[in-house]
């Protein structure tokens, strides 16, 4: 196994599920995510076992996991099982979950040792209750964690930080571009679109501290989403709007159209923005990458207010609804199987259709009945 695996294999797994949060919401959409929230607080870490890791992070991750440590598939489910929840803990020492740069950081003192950090005392009494071949897998996985030290504690040390906000000026009145500095020499790259979720375009320039990228001429009075880092890494996101009126807005409806359709979406209710209705948006492609189909969503902005007012609707019909201790709402309609978790203020966790016609019955919390809305 090469160090690029190795470090792959100790931080992949969170960064690639969005990081602290995003690994307790995928916890969370799989209903455990009262366990995986006492991770990142300061209680002691309920356990959690090998066959919770297969049903969460999927039989192909734990595979690839499996075929980098040449164990079989269940010794690997069992190890991640037992180290997990201890990452999670030493990773968020102030009971907060933490993203950006200071996860990075927490990350590096985590694989450098330091103080709090996950020492090899800690990892010894992990697997000195096991025998077998589950303590080879866990030992295994010690060894692969103090190897990458070796490859992370250089990386680390030149991992980019922002040194001030992106900033956006206009050469003409179309054409944006978008300055920021970084602590240490990286490339220059800048991700934007018209939604959150569909930062699909792309713009580039030269590496150094001092970073700037041209984006193309866009449409006047419209609103662009971007997100600003390095050829690998996203640093920052932010937004702003191209000065001028849009133009793309539609003619207003020919009088005797006007008359004639029921004028139903002025009393409407609105959806907010993404932003305001999903409660991690870093999670939101991933989340529509593999629900939005549920749901005809053609972009994850359309997934998002779908999954919003699927909660409206619940309230108007009294669709089954449980509340937990942690004052997180899930939500089932039994016609549709649509099933939706949010948070305590309201925000969106997660939007789907489980595959079992019993997976609300086994959530947690308690039955309530939502007043109807006339």
Known sequence: MGQSQLLQLVTGLITQHGGVEGVVQTFAAHGMGAAAQRWVGTVPNPPITGDHVQQVLGNDTVQQVASQLGV??????????????TVIDRLTPKGQSVSGPELQDNIAGLLKGGTGSLGLGDLAKLFARRDGALAYTMRTLVFGWWMAVLAYGSLSSHAAHLTGRPSVEFTDSTRAVIRWSTDVSTGSRVFFGESVGGMTRRAEGEQGVRHCAV???LEPGTKWFFTVGTARVPLATNSFIVPGIDTREQAPPEASKATSEPRKTESAEKAPPTRETWGYLPSLPDHFERHGHDFNAKDAD????RAWEFRQRAKTEGLPTKVDSEGVTRIYDPKSGAFAAYNRNGTTKTFFKPNTRDYFDRQPGDLV??????
């Open 72 to 85: 079989p598939p269940t010794q690997a489910a069992s190890g991640l099982a037992a180290l997990l929840p």
């Open 215 to 217: 984006l193309p001429a």
């Open 302 to 305: 359309e997934y998002a207010r």
């Open 369 to 374: 009945r939502p007043k109807k809305r006339n």
